[in-house]
């Protein structure tokens, strides 16, 4: 594999807009929902100051490597998939390193991270790291069933598992995104995204609103530092492969950046309007309503 | 040549002559019998080899006058070998009974050796009432043996077999004298000659000689005198009614047979396979070793009389069924009843003691083997002939109660064996061995695996090499008293060689046989290097291990169904006893071979079905298979799926491979399980084309997608680790064949990633984790937790595996799903696909959870001095890491050649390369690219994460922030036991054991029927007289209408 | 009428069998038996009767050249004198038997000897 200078330049550039975007889009949502709930909220800038205090506390504790290694495979999970994510289309050099590999690839990478937090705070030893974990794997399997079928369903339509391909075929007019020409399948991933992006009423797995339990827990300092981080990469990267997929992609900087807000706005809204979940409700949630819109589908696709 | 009438004048003789003895020099009388019966012996084994050679058979006629007037005997060579037989079984029976015949008294041998003699010219005339006269002085001479031992149970025995068999001589006798009226001769062959049924009346005579040749042969229900007498004589005794009385009496039916026409040959096959099946059903229920080895004998007669009722059907393949069968019959009844006496303990569970003498428990098992009909004993190529000859001839419903007969019989005798094995037993005592009781069952034993040798050079196509693969064996068990590391060291230089010998040849000519090669061969050798950690002898461990591996690499190099079979059904007994060693696996090794049973019979059958199309038994003969093919097809499908665990058949596989040893599990898991895939390649490959085979993939395409969901569910639930692993192993299979089924190049590409990707880290999972419990002395995870501290190279290894397994990327597991997705959208099996990628992701619950709970989490204080893994584990699972690792950074080093031997099959739709970069047609991708760039950016963002932390601190073990309190005890920190509660109150339902149930509930049915249909056997003598009467009265009247 | 042996040997024969079936004393299913022996007798020699025939003996009575019309079959003949025989082997067995059973239970009915069954 030859090495191209340029297209590393492009994707840590674009890698610094998706940071920024996902850290300054995490504060106008917490925000909302601040105001929601008839409360001040934070200031915009306040997941910067967070980062910054994070990265620089002095005190640093270790478990074992594996509690070391946790927070870099979890942001090696979130830098990866945005490195086989194509961004924008219509340019070569902002598709990152997306040929080499397709839809399937983003959709196992996804579980690099994930494996290699729970082992990590699995190495902290603290007993509610490990619940969360468990909680966080069981929502997780079901959340994918809907998104799977649409997948599929979007795979059968354009014939292809290329989301580069997938795209492009969306181009030429919003009455073309798979929003319009797949509906059934776009509403089974958007119920999945509800789970992926693990806002209310599917937020057992961290349970924000309490003592601080789920995987992070023994995580702090830079450790920490390094999950928000990627908190904030992930975020925008998994709405941008939601866009890519139903909604017609981006093909500049400016329709990318509405586009994954209106995206995560989508899980926010219903996360404010909606209670938590227990984790067995969740659970078989995804396999009732999102599981018929799925099937459906494919139903309509066979 | 001495004349075979000097059989009976040397019995007779020395009978007359040892009345003239001293009454004190018994031990003499003994010794005088023994040798009269040497003699005898002598002159038809000199016979034997005689007629053997191509002499003609000759007749032997009393006072030189021709029949009728004369009596005659025949010595040709069936007689001559039955003849011989008699001798030798009578020879040792006199001999193992040495003592009670001493100490019983010149009367006693007396009786014995007319009994022996009565039961030569049994064999040899051809006259009818002589017949009926030595039947009487045997049937005499049998109740006189049979009080021996002189227990009330013994003499009731007695009296419930004279008044059976009296009146059975006196409906013989009858018959005789109406033959003798309608023909004008008592000689059999006049008689039959004389066409007896053109006469009116005739056809009585027929009736009543050949019912009572029938009932002497104990038919169902007309039988329960016979199981007394098996039940409570000596068991000297018994062995020699069971071989020597039974092998004499089946020849006078077989002599008798042709005064009858067709009509009776189908009534008595008819009633032996209700025998066979019945008295087989009744056995389910025994406690007691030797009724139910009477029976199990009964049933062979069963079977060897509905073989014979077969006659015109089997045409000249008769001979070789019927003695092979008989012999297997022969000498595995008479060793059994001769270790049964030995061993004096007749409940089935207290045979326990038996493994206190090795040699005792390898000889029980060879006769059990070799009843059963498993190579490499004669019955095996007796039941295979059988089964093709009834296939051929369209004879469905006989071959279906033949392999449910021989199914049942499985039953008990694998659950008598596994007692044997494994029963606990803490009497301390043991049984003595006299050196005359020793020498016959151990000759009976040398003599079943001489006489399997035998019997395979007359089987058509077959190879006679792979007996130089079981002679290596006997080698192996031979050496079993050397030390564990040179028994390994020999089988893995057997396997080297045999790998050096194979592979070559295979890679050039046959990709898939060279891969399974691969799997089978080196994984063996890999396996075994663990078994290097083992120290002391490990008796009886190698000899099993190379059997399973010798039947694996006979099912590659097979060229014909029955070469496949004999490797097959070798593999299974090697597994079999591979896994019942393990600590708690007596249920567990009988349910496997329960089920290998029904699956191999399923083969055979579908075999049989094939050969009756094509009239050849090469394996690529299947192809042409056009008629049956859904049935061939479906039985196959489900022979190869109960190695495969498929769902349904699975549920021998949990407790097998979790109680297994720590390296056998991998070999049963990681390697055994191939040789289904193997076996369902091979068929798709014959049949896959014909449109009715696809239906049947469509319902095995289903199958393989809900054992995945199971399988993988269930393994999240367990909290045992090699139990959890085994059930990852039949989700895994699940996948394997689902993609089989597919019938698609991706398809069959996804299959062959999933089974080579199965192998390695299946591999290493089993082996790390089998390690691990070895150090820490338990299977449950929430016993252990915190170990990556002490055992850090175990934690890299499982790490890796499971990363592979759960289809991460950049490890070749994802190979598996990425080809997985191209195929299931090819081919348009949307559904299944998902319920396969569901299963997927549930992987990660059970993963996490083994990785978690064992090397995670909080260490417990016992296992604060746990060292790391053996070296002799750890070698093998990095060599298979390296391997792992390989495939995962070039997979088109793999899936390259892979498909270009798919594209033999499935021309179209595979894979195009650039380089690296695989495109499918749907997606693309490119393994080593994104190995590579995962690698970079790792190795970046850790080192970044490096530079900034660079003061963490290293803190003990409760340093964690917890609710205002300081934990101290591991066991209420570390978070393990039923980890997914929720999980499993949402979709727990899925997993309840229901097909546990069912099949528990058949083998309910299956026991409660026996239990109520053995009540037949009331114990009163008068009862089975009118069972004896009503057989005939049933007889009559099948026979008038 | 010459059938008249040959049924009088059945209706021998069933009697003896049906003394074996009814009664439950072992000595009287031996009688039964022993019946039963005669009956096949009975019949074996009636069997080889000739209508007018007579004895098997050559003698001025029955010449050489007429004897094969003339006299009844010798054989069934001499076969019944070893069916006796054998016959009385059998019972004196028999008897043998229901005298170790009377030893062992004080008790000649067979429903006392069930130990073994099922």
């Known amino acids: 594999m030859d090495f191209d200078i340029k297209r590393l330049g492009f994707t840590l550039l674009g890698l610094l807009i998706v940071l920024n975007w996902g850290l300054l889009m995490s504060s106008i949502m917490r925000k909302l929902g601040a105001r929601v709930a008839k409360r001040y909220g934070i200031r915009w800038f306040q997941p910067w100051l967070d980062l910054v205090k994070n990265y620089a506390l002095r005190s640093q504790i270790s478990h074992g490597i594996m509690f070391y290694l946790g927070p870099v495979f979890r942001i090696g999970g979130g830098v990866g998939l945005f490195l086989f994510m194509p961004m924008i289309i219509g340019s070569e050099l902002w598709l990152n390193y997306s040929f080499h590999g397709d839809l399937v690839l983003l959709m196992y990478f996804q579980f690099f991270g994930m494996l290699g937090m729970a082992l990590g705070s699995g190495e902290g030893g603290h007993p509610y790291s490990a619940i969360g974990i468990s909680r966080g794997l069981s929502q997780f399997t079901t959340i994918e069933v809907p998104m799977t079928l649409a997948i599929i369903s979007l795979a059968i339509q354009y014939d292809t598992l290329s989301l580069i391909d997938i795209v492009k075929a969306q181009q030429g007019g919003f009455q073309n995104w798979t929003m319009w020409t797949n509906p059934v399948a776009t509403i089974a991933g958007m119920f999945s995204l509800l789970g992926a992006l693990s806002h209310s009423p599917f937020n057992l797995v961290k349970a924000p609103n309490e003592i601080p339990i789920g995987p992070p827990t023994e995580y702090h300092s830079t450790f920490l530092g390094v999950l928000q981080t990627n908190a904030a990469i992930l975020h925008v990267v998994e709405a941008a492969l939601f866009m890519n997929l139903f909604f017609g992609g981006a093909t500049n900087w400016f329709e990318f950046i509405l586009k994954t807000f209106f995206i995560y706005f989508w899980s926010v809204f219903v996360g404010v309007v909606f209670p938590r979940f227990r984790i067995e409700q969740s659970v078989a949630w995804f396999l009732k309503i999102p599981l018929v819109f799925g099937v459906l589908a494919i139903i309509l696709y066979m | 040549m001495i004349s075979p009438i000097h059989i009976i004048s040397i019995g007779l003789g020395t009978a007359f002559a040892l009345g003239f003895l001293n009454k004190k020099s018994n031990g003499l009388a003994v010794s005088l019998m023994l040798v009269a019966i040497a003699l005898m012996a002598a002159v038809s084994s000199s016979w034997f080899i005689k007629l053997y050679q191509g002499a003609e058979a000759i007749e032997v006629y009393t006072a030189g006058f021709k029949p009728p007037y004369s009596i005659n005997l025949r010595m040709g060579l069936n007689e001559a070998l039955l003849s011989s037989l008699i001798n030798l079984a009578g020879f040792l029976g006199g001999l193992y009974m040495f003592k009670n015949l001493k100490n019983t008294g010149k009367h006693a041998i007396m009786v014995f050796l ?735 959870k083994l990785i978690y709970s064992v090397f995670l989490g909080q260490l417990k204080d016992n296992l604060r001095h746990v060292k790391d893994i053996s070296i002799w584990f750890a070698i093998p699972i990095y060599i298979l890491i390296i391997g792992l690792m390989i495939f995962s950074a070039k997979p088109d080093l793999v899936l390259k050649p892979l498909g270009e031997m798919i594209s033999v099959w499935y021309p179209n739709a595979g894979l195009s390369w650039e380089g690296g970069l695989a495109t499918a047609p749907y997606g693309y991708w490119n393994g080593t690219g994104v190995m590579i760039t995962i690698g970079i950016m790792f190795m970046a963002l850790l080192g970044w994460l490096l530079l900034l932390s660079s003061k963490a601190v290293k803190v003990g073990q409760f340093n964690i922030v917890y609710s205002a309190e300081a934990p101290q005890r591991p066991e209420t920190t570390h978070v393990s036991y039923n980890i997914y509660a929720g999980y499993n109150k949402a979709l727990g339902w899925m997993v309840a054991p229901k097909i546990t149930e069912f099949w528990d509930t058949m083998s309910d049915w299956a026991h409660s029927l026996a239990e109520y249909g053995r009540r037949l056997y009331s114990g009163n003598g008068q009862v089975y007289t009118t069972y004896v009467l009503a057989y005939i009265i049933a007889f009559y009247l099948i026979m008038i209408f | 009428m010459e059938y008249v042996s040959l049924t009088i040997g059945f209706i021998v024969i069933i009697a003896g069998l049906w003394a074996i079936m009814t009664n439950r004393n072992i000595l009287r299913m031996i009688i039964g038996f022993s019946i039963f022996d005669t009956g096949l007798h009975i019949v074996i020699v009636s069997l080889a009767y000739v209508k007018g025939g007579t004895a098997p003996i050559l003698d001025s009575a029955v010449g050489i050249n007429e004897a094969i019309d003339k006299i009844v079959d010798p054989v069934p003949q001499a076969l019944v004198l070893t069916a006796i025989v054998i016959g009385l082997g059998v019972t004196a067995l028999m008897l043998a038997y229901a005298m170790k059973l009377h030893k062992e239970k004080k008790s000649l009915d067979i429903m006392s000897f069930r130990d073994l069954k099922w």
């Open chain 2, 114 to 848: 007319v009994f022996v003699m009565g039961l030569n010219v049994i064999i040899l005339t051809r006259d009818a009432f002589n017949l009926f006269v030595f039947m009487e002085v045997v049937s005499i001479a049998t109740a006189g043996l049979i009080i021996l031992i002189q227990d009330g149970k013994s003499i009731q025995a007695g009296f419930k077999y004279m008044i059976a068999t009296g009146i059975i001589a006196g409906i013989f006798l009858l018959g005789i004298i109406f033959a003798y009226y309608f023909s004008g001769s008592l000689n059999i062959d006049d008689i039959s000659n004389s066409n007896l049924l053109a006469f009116k009346g005739g056809s009585v005579a027929v009736l009543m000689i050949i019912v009572s040749v029938v009932l002497e042969l104990k038919p169902f229900p007309a039988n329960g005198w016979a199981l007394d007498v098996y039940e409570a004589s000596d068991p000297g005794i018994a062995a020699l009614i069971s071989a020597a009385s039974a092998t004499a009496m089946y020849f006078v039916l077989f002599k008798l047979m042709p005064i009858a026409d067709l009509q009776w040959y189908k009534i008595i096959s008819t009633a032996g396979l209700i025998t066979f099946v019945g008295s087989n059903l009744f056995g389910l229920k025994q406690t007691g070793a030797r009724r139910l080895l009477g029976y199990s004998s009964i049933g062979q007669l069963g079977l060897l009389m509905t073989i014979l009722g077969l006659k015109p059907f089997l045409g000249d393949k008769f001979e070789y069924i019927a003695i092979t069968i008989l012999i297997s019959h022969y000498l595995a009844k008479a060793g059994l009843f001769w270790i049964a006496g030995l061993l004096k303990k007749d409940k089935l569970k207290d045979w326990a003691l038996l493994r206190k003498k090795p040699l005792f428990l390898v000889l029980f098992g060879t006769f059990v083997f070799s009843l059963i009909g498993f190579p490499p004993f004669p019955s095996f190529f007796g039941k295979w002939e059988l089964i093709m000859s009834l296939s051929q001839q369209g004879l469905y419903f006989t071959l279906a109660m033949i392999l449910t007969g021989s199914f049942l019989e499985g039953i008990y005798l694998f659950r008598w064996l596994g007692y044997a094995i494994k029963m606990e037993s803490n009497e301390s005592w043991t049984f003595k061995l006299e050196w005359n009781k020793v020498i016959p069952p151990v000759l009976f034993g040398i003599l079943v695996y001489l006489a399997g040798y035998y019997s395979s050079t007359f089987a058509e196509n077959f190879n006679g090499l792979y007996f130089i693969a079981l002679a290596f064996i006997l080698i192996i068990y031979l050496l079993d008293f050397l030390p564990a590391a040179v028994k390994n060291i020999l089988s893995i230089l057997s396997l080297a060689l045999v790998s050096w010998y194979m592979l070559p040849g295979l890679y050039s000519e046959d990709m898939l046989r060279f891969i399974f090669t691969l799997i089978f061969l080196v994984g063996g050798i890999l396996t075994f290097i663990a078994g290097f950690a083992y120290k002391g002898k490990r008796e009886g461990f190698y000899p099993v291990a190379l059997l399973m591996y010798a039947g694996l690499a006979i099912i590659i190099r097979a060229s014909t169904t029955l070469e496949f079979f004999f490797g097959w059904e070798l593999m299974t007994a090697g597994s079999y006893f591979l896994i019942i060693r393990g600590k708690k696996s007596m249920a567990h090794g009988l349910s496997y071979m329960l089920f290998s049973m029904a699956g191999a019979y399923a083969i055979l059958a579908a075999f049989g079905l094939s050969f009756a199309e094509t009239a050849s038994i090469q394996l690529s003969s299947l192809a042409a298979v056009g008629g049956n093919i859904t049935v061939i097809f479906s039985l196959l499908a489900i022979g190869f799926m109960t190695k495969t665990a498929s769902l349904g058949l699975h549920i021998w596989l949990p407790g097998a491979h979790a109680e297994a040893e720590s390296d056998v599990s991998p070999m049963v898991s990681a390697i055994l399980l191939k040789a289904g895939v193997f076996g369902l390649m091979i068929l798709m490959i014959a049949m896959g084309n014909n449109p009715e085979a696809t239906r049947v993939a469509y319902v095995l395409g289903w199958l393989g997608a809900l054992t995945a969901l199971v399988g993988n569910l269930a393994a999240a639930f367990q909290e045992d680790a090699k139990r959890l692993l085994a059930y990852s192993s039949i989700s895994q299979l699940g996948y394997i064949l689902f993609a089989l089924a597919m019938m698609s190049h991706l398809g069959w590409m996804t299959a062959m990633v999933y089974s080579i990707n199965h192998f390695l880290y299946k591999s290493i999972l089993f082996l790390t984790i089998g390690a691990v419990v070895l150090k820490v002395g338990t299977h449950y995870m929430y016993k252990m937790g915190g170990l990556i501290k002490n055992m850090p190279l175990a934690f890299i290894a499982v790490l890796i595996g499971i990363i592979a397994l759960a289809g991460v990327p950049p490890l070749s597991g994802f190979a598996g799903k990425w080809l997985f997705y191209n195929a299931v959208i090819d081919k348009h099996w949307y559904f299944q696909g998902v319920i396969v990628f569901f299963s997927g992701i549930i992987a990660f619950l059970y993963l996490f």
